[in-house]
């Protein structure tokens, strides 16, 4: 299990943004295969907002799309998920998740987004 650390969480209004980090241990930058984002609301299945791969290609929820990036910082470890134009249906705890090369998952402890209207 790999110790991932989040911030960023928070209360905004509808329309507003926020910023996500996710930092894993920078001595495990080469094992690193996926990094990424899910969420879930309450009484509703977690669910992919967005990965990023080690060879820098991206996926995102097609709820997403266009309104949220995902970056990462050039040691490789530290994820970003730059979220823009929030809406109230964003609102969820937000985790984040690595796989390693060996197929290993781990997720951090997750980080709380609310989305007021």
């Known amino acids: 299990q790999v110790q991932l650390v989040e911030s960023g969480g928070g209360l905004v209004q509808a329309g507003g943004s926020l910023r996500l980090s996710c930092a894993a241990p920078r001595n495990i930058f080469s094992i690193i295969r996926v990094m990424g984002w899910y969420r879930q609301a309450p009484g509703e299945q977690r669910e992919l907002v967005a990965t990023i791969t080690s060879g820098g290609g991206t996926n995102y929820a097609d709820s997403v799309k266009g309104r949220f990036a995902i970056s990462r910082d050039n040691a490789k470890t530290t994820v970003y998920l730059q979220m823009n134009s929030l809406k109230p249906e964003d609102t969820a705890v937000y985790y984040c998740?690595?796989?390693?090369?060996?197929?290993?998952?781990?997720w951090g402890q997750g980080t709380q987004v609310t989305v007021s209207s």
């Open positions: 998740r690595l796989l390693t090369v060996d197929q290993l998952v781990s």
